[in-house]
């Protein structure tokens, strides 16, 4: 949403950004020197826990919008509660979201948005059952190719970190479950840890993995071998000079792809369009043992901060993102 609000900004546009504290987020926001207002709090992933911090959080989302102004528009990437709150306040709304088959999530936003904004590669039919017909509004490629369209990489990423650009440098993101490094015996994601663990000690591999929980990083951080930073960081600019990165998540690798970096999913829930696409390209590939990593350092100009990028225009999400009020009206925005 970065790019979305300077572009509102400088349109003279009002925005206010409003943010859940969970993982990242808040970090994020600081870093990127976005005001905000947090509002809410990760409940837990169980379905109960996650229904009952929709209300809470809309609630509270609705009881700030009603004493801070009258809005015109709420705006959000996979937010349910802004969705929720809109809806509540009278106001048109619209949601962005890359991964179609997050059932519970698609069923509120979809049915409550009046603008559904999505890339290309989701077909119109996969969200019917949502209750998007009529309201979906596609954009080619992806929305890391917009919000990275005015980005250079920051060299200081690697002094921060201390590592050695004339080393290989491997990124990984964890997947959602607290636990990792023990979890299961034969576990891909832990297969992976091993392999790095190793190379790190045997080949002066160099492994940053940024953890989502708190829980993760004290895990991860008894491992030898390890970078593991303690609060958010330049992540982009750690990929774009990285020479592989290895997620189990989605925003992550497509960053990668963006940016020119080779990268590998562990991802073991059902794929999405727009992975299924990038691995039918060859721009994204299916991890299924350790064993296929190649940890070796590119030469120059292989990709990463040298390699080939694809910026596209992110003026074009925001028409999307504008369209059930149109572009030309003076309004105030929530996202």
């Known amino acids: 949403m970065r790019p979305v609000i300077e572009a509102l900004e400088r349109e003279g546009h009002e925005v206010q950004v409003t943010a859940r504290d969970f993982a990242q987020t808040l970090g994020l926001l600081r870093r990127f020197q976005i005001p905000h207002t947090a509002i809410g709090r990760h409940r837990g992933e169980r ?18 919008a009603r004493a801070e102004r009258r809005f015109d528009i709420a705006l959000g990437h996979g937010s349910n509660d802004v969705s929720v709150a809109a809806a509540l306040l009278g106001i048109p709304s619209a949601t962005m979201f890359d991964y179609e088959w997050a059932a519970v999530q698609h069923h509120v936003n979809c049915r409550l948005a009046r603008a559904v904004v999505v890339p290309d590669a989701i077909a119109p039919e996969r969200l019917e059952r949502y209750g998007a017909r009529g309201k979906v509004h596609a954009y080619e490629g992806l929305k890391e190719e917009y919000y990275l369209a005015d980005f250079e990489p920051d060299p200081q990423i690697l002094a921060e970190l201390q590592l050695d650009p004339e080393r290989p440098i491997v990124v990984v993101r964890t997947p959602p479950e607290v636990s990792l490094y023990h979890r299961f015996e034969n576990d891909l994601f832990t297969q992976v840890l091993e392999r790095l663990r190793v190379a790190a000690k045997d080949e002066g591999v160099q492994s940053v993995v940024l953890p989502r929980t708190d829980a ?19 992540a982009q600019s750690l990929i774009a000079y990285a020479d592989l990165v290895i997620s189990a998540g989605g925003t992550m690798n497509r960053e990668a792809v963006a940016l020119g970096t080779p990268v590998y999913t562990t991802f073991e829930g059902r794929l999405g369009a727009v992975d299924e696409r990038l691995i039918h390209t060859g721009r994204l590939h299916k991890l299924r043992d350790s064993a296929q990593l190649d940890l070796k350092k590119r030469p120059p100009g292989a990709g990463g901060a040298g390699g080939v990028r694809t910026r596209r225009d992110p003026r074009l999400l925001v028409e999307l993102l504008l369209s059930p009020v149109g572009s030309s009206k003076e309004f105030d925005t929530y996202i």
């Open 216 to 234: 993760q990083r004290a895990e991860l951080r008894a491992v030898p071998g390890f970078a593991v930073p303690e609060q958010a960081i330049d």
């Open 47 to 64: 379905l109960a826990a996650k229904a009952g911090g929709l209300a809470l959080r809309s609630g509270a989302l609705l009881r700030w």
